[in-house]
């Protein structure tokens, strides 16, 4: 990568722009998304994109010290979301996601390798991360940083 890429901690006032990247990287994985292509959206009900920025300005609202952000070029260009459960040792990598120019840089991996620092610098000993099957991009970057799978789940869902 060219140009200087710092990896900062997040102030609650970065809950938009996390919130942005986010809703605007995942495209194609998240269940949400999902139900929303089997069912339709009603027009009253929030898109798949709100419903991801909402929950990531939640969270960096919440627990900004536990959410970093990536800068390269004077701008944010990536961030990642994580909570942290102290009683079961464990970080948990929430979101992760790269604005679409930068993306293939590394970016991502050094967002997650940062969070991962930060787990244990915490003495955190377990970190989670969730990705879709659908998700080859993100599965592969987490196996090679050394996650494991241990379990995939169907989701179902029906009109009512």
């Known amino acids: 990568m060219s140009q200087q890429l710092s990896i900062l901690p997040a102030t609650p006032d970065d809950a938009e722009i996390a919130a942005a990247i986010t809703s605007g990287a995942f495209d194609g994985a ?3 998304q999902e139900i929303e292509k089997l069912l339709g959206r009603r027009l009253s ?13 939640r969270e960096v609202a919440r627990s900004p010290e536990h959410c970093f952000l990536a800068r390269a070029a004077g ?19 929430l ?33 989670k991360i969730e990705a ?6 993100g599965r592969g970057l987490y196996e090679s940083i050394g996650f494991n799978e241990v379990a995939r789940q169907v989701h179902y869902v029906m009109e009512l």
């Open 132 to 137: 879709l099957a659908a998700n080859p991009v």
């Open 30 to 32: 998240t269940v949400e």
């Open 45 to 57: 009900a929030p898109t798949w994109q709100d419903l991801k920025a909402r929950q990531v300005r």
């Open 75 to 93: 701008q944010v260009v990536g961030c990642v979301t994580c909570r942290v459960d102290e009683e079961l040792s464990r970080g948990y990598v």
């Open 95 to 127: 979101n992760l996601a790269v604005e679409g120019p930068f993306r293939g840089r590394g970016i991502g991996r050094k967002l997650l390798l940062a969070a991962l620092d930060h787990f244990r610098g915490l003495g955190l000993k377990q970190a």
